[in-house]
């Protein structure tokens, strides 16, 4: 039924994406740094905690940018940041992204606008591999500080599969990256 080239090649491809996947978990316990002095934050939308770790740096350091990306047409200001002691001036809402890669290419723009040269990028444990690999890729020459929050072990198992495959998926859009620049 199959030849033997099939069976080997069927072979190969299994095993590389075994080592891919235990490569793809092994990354997701990485600490992450623990100082940095980027002025610059971005968090991916997505849940209350990254928002609010967003916040907390952003209250830290009273020089700093805060990039919300991914936000939903039609949402306020007013409804996403509730603590009264963030300038609105230090804080922009990114409403042009519906994805990873359209985080990564909404935040390109906002960096090279306002001409930094780094910054904090705050999303989940489970999805900063994905994000970080989109993020580099499309700015090679921007410092970029991961900063992942640990998510519970039971909500974090039941992304791996799926976020794996999004990860080798994100390789396809660096392609296109590279592509059209």
């Not at 020089?63 to 804080?91: P, Q």
């Not at 290419?105 to 780094?118: S, V, Y």
């Not at 410092?143 to 909500?155: A, D, E, G, V």
């Amino acid at each position: 039924m199959f030849s033997l080239k099939s069976i080997i090649l069927i072979s190969i491809v299994l095993i590389l994406y075994i080592i891919s996947f235990l490569d793809f978990i092994k990354n997701l316990d990485i600490e992450n740094i623990k100082y940095t002095d980027s002025n610059t934050i971005v968090v991916l939308t997505g849940n209350t905690g990254r928002l609010n770790a967003a916040i907390d740096l952003t209250l830290v350091n009273n020089d700093s940018r805060l990039l919300i990306t991914g936000v939903a047409r039609g949402v306020k200001y007013s409804e996403i940041i509730k603590n009264k002691d963030i300038d609105k001036v230090r804080v922009t809402l990114g409403y042009n992204a519906q994805s990873t890669f359209g985080n990564a290419i909404e935040t390109k723009n906002w960096i090279q606008k306002n001409n930094f040269k780094d910054f904090i990028l705050i999303t989940d444990d489970w999805h900063m591999q994905r994000a970080l690999f989109l993020f580099k890729n499309s700015m090679p020459n921007i410092t970029i500080f991961p900063y992942k929050l640990k998510s519970n072990k039971n909500l974090r198992e039941k992304f791996y599969f799926e976020e794996h495959l999004k990860y080798l998926i994100s390789h396809i859009q660096v392609i296109y990256l590279w592509i059209i620049n």
